[in-house]
């Protein structure tokens, strides 16, 4: 079984940054991919980033250029650098992995503030 812990988030204005870190344990499959989804209220749950074990990675059309996503040297983490943040970015963010089992986080708010 696998667990994920996610850390960042908060509170910022449009324009600033934030970097949200998820690191997974227990029972890792090599070949895995790992990422961030996002849910505002009253939205659907939508793909942010997206990275595999091998490096490939995959974007959210509503972020490109603006998040970053990368894994840790032990493989087992996963971040988001996110710069010029937007209003529209406020939400409910979760760390994702997919291995032999997908398995989600339980969240962490970012709210970006006008």
């Known amino acids: 079984q696998v667990q994920l812990v996610e850390s960042g988030g908060g509170l910022v204005q449009a324009g600033g940054s934030l970097r949200l870190s998820c690191a997974a344990s227990?029972?890792?499959?090599?070949?895995?991919?790992m990422g961030w989804y996002r849910q505002a209220p009253g939205k659907q749950r939508e793909l942010v980033a997206t990275?595999?074990?091998?490096?490939?990675?995959i974007y959210g059309d509503s972020v490109k250029g603006r998040f970053t996503i990368s894994r840790g040297s032990a493989k087992n983490r996963v971040d988001l650098q996110m710069n010029s943040l937007k209003p529209d970015d406020t939400a409910v963010y979760y760390c994702?992995?997919?291995?032999?089992?997908?398995?989600w986080g339980q969240g962490t708010q970012v709210t970006v503030s006008s």
């Open positions: 994702w992995y997919l291995g032999t089992s997908q398995v």
């Open positions: 227990g029972s890792i499959f090599s070949i895995n991919v």
């Open positions: 990275i595999s074990s091998g490096g490939s990675t």
